[in-house]
């Protein structure tokens, strides 16, 4: 029986998971479904947002459907979802970025660099530890590699070489896998890279890069589709594997029914290639496209539809 862990937590989490939810269970009815509530609401309630159980319990699942947690900016508060990525190994996050026009998938470092937690506060100085090991590295770099090949495109690796020298390593390990790999790569200064990617998104096929520069880059990158409302996400490691939409908890419009549901039901579709069902994940994209033909969009991407409105159209489609 494939299990299906199901995170909302915070925020719109709240809102665009149960659309996804409702997309899933309708293609895989006999999926079993199992709730696991954690992030700040939790934090708030209990005093503690993600217990050890709770981690125990999302290894159980075949995916985790994840919305997203508010991080509140405290320093004894631990990010939620980047405690998940670590203790589930997921090392790489998958964010595609396409439209008829181009198709990019970003390849993000998951579990290091400057995200590696290691860090000191002191009155007069505070560190962050920015982690960048062979490990780490080379297994990013070949699933880039893997995903270029399968593409038939070119890997682009994105890093700051020119001053940080722990991007020196990153790039040097990226390259030489590349052409052990036989792949055809090139390499950019992430800054560049950020504005070239807007400029050109046709150039682009993968970009593979550490975790802080992959963060924002993916988030510049969803400009080009109309917004964070659009961009999903996968969170894969050898055993474990997590899908949610790219945006956060969007405190400021959570609870009013008009946060667009379509990244979270488009990782519904990335965790649906992942679990080998390759038809549902077609037809969950289909579909989206085919509401959206309908005129029938969210606020954000100029329209009226709900939250929910958008979902009972959605599931109409799919139906
Ligand atoms: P955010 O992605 O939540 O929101 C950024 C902007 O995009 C906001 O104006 C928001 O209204 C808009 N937006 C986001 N998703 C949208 C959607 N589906 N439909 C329409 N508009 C949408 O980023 P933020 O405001 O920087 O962060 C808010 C909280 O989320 C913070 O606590 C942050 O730590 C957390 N966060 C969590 C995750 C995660 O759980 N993976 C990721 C990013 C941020």
């Not at 198709?103 to 920015?130: F, H, K, Q, W």
């Not at 052990?180 to 992430?190: E, M, Q, R």
């Not at 994940?281 to 033909?293: C, F, G, K, P, W």
Request: with cysteine; hydrophobic share 40%.
């Amino acid at each position: 029986m494939t299990r299906i862990a199901i995170v909302e937590g915070d925020g719109i989490g709240r809102e665009v998971i149960p659309v996804a939810r409702r997309v899933l269970e309708l293609l895989h009815p006999e999926y079993e479904y199992f709730d696991v509530d954690v992030g700040y609401g939790r934090w708030e309630r209990t005093g503690c947002p993600c217990t050890d159980p709770d981690i125990a319990e999302l290894k159980t699942a075949d995916a985790i459907l994840f919305g997203a947690v508010t991080t509140p900016p405290m320093k004894d508060y631990q990010s939620v979802v980047l405690r998940i990525r670590k203790a589930l190994d997921l090392y790489a996050n998958l964010r595609p970025v396409k439209n008829d026009r181009f198709d990019i998938m970003i390849v993000r470092e998951n579990t290091e660099g400057l995200y590696s937690g290691i860090e000191e506060l002191t009155p007069d100085r505070a560190t962050t530890l920015r982690i960048v090991s062979r490990k780490g590295s080379e297994r990013i770099a070949r699933k880039a590699i893997d995903l270029a090949r399968q593409r038939n495109g070119l890997l682009t690796i994105g890093h700051k070489a020119n001053v940080i020298k722990s991007d020196v390593f990153f790039r040097d390990i990226c390259l030489a896998e590349a052409k052990s790999a036989g792949v055809p790569c090139n390499d950019k200064f992430i800054d560049a890279l950020s504005l070239d990617i807007l400029q050109f998104p046709e150039k682009y096929s993968v970009v593979v890069t550490t975790n802080m520069f992959g963060d924002i880059l993916s988030d510049v990158a969803a400009y080009l589709v109309g917004g964070l409302g659009l961009v999903p996400s996968a969170n894969i490691g050898d055993r474990f594997a997590l899908f949610e939409p790219v945006h956060g908890s969007a405190p400021d419009i959570a609870g009013k029914n008009i946060a667009n549901p379509i990244a979270a039901v488009r990782s519904v579709s990335m965790l649906l290639d992942y679990l080998g069902d390759s038809p549902g994940a077609m037809a969950v994209e289909t579909s989206v496209r085919h509401v959206l033909r309908q005129g029938i969009c969210t606020r954000d991407m100029g329209g009226i539809a709900g939250t929910r409105e958008f979902g009972d159209a959605l599931v109409q489609v799919l139906r």
